[in-house]
Nanobody, 124 residues
Framework: QVQLLESGGGLVQAGGSLRLACALS????????LGWFRQAPGNEREFVAG????????YYLDSVKGRFTISGDNAKSTVYLQMNNLKPEDTAVYYC?????????????????WGQGTKVTVSS
């Protein structure tokens, strides 16, 4: 069973930054597609960013392009989401997700493994 553990959420003012981390309980980090999703109250869970270490390609939600960066540390089996210039509309619970298959889907059903989520609140 693959486990994902997120950390790094919190309260930040608009324009500030946070870095989320997600540790994968498998040393074969490079064999997984990793994604970050978020869910705001009353909204559906949406794709934010994703990548696969071995393919060196990253994908983003249009509204976060240029502000958020997904990256990974293979030695630590950890994926990060650096979030800069945060806006109140970025407020949500952020989830890390993983799948073994290739491809970086943007839908929730495309991922088998999920973390518990970490809350990000951006005040105006």
């Amino acid at each position: 069973q693959v486990q994902l553990l997120e950390s790094g959420g919190g309260l930040v003012q608009a324009g500030g930054s946070l870095r989320l981390a997600c540790a994968l309980s498998r040393r074969t980090f490079s064999s997984y597609t990793l994604g970050w999703f978020r869910q705001a109250p009353g909204n559906e869970r949406e794709f934010v960013a994703g990548f696969r270490w071995s393919r060196d390609s990253t994908y983003y939600l249009d509204s976060v392009k240029g502000r958020f960066t997904i990256s990974g540390d293979n030695a630590k089996s950890t994926v990060y989401l650096q979030m800069n210039n945060l806006k109140p509309e970025d407020t949500a619970v952020y989830y890390c997700a993983a799948r073994v298959e290739f491809g970086v889907p943007r839908d929730v059903a495309g991922y088998k493994y999920w973390g518990q989520g970490t809350k990000v609140t951006v005040s105006s």
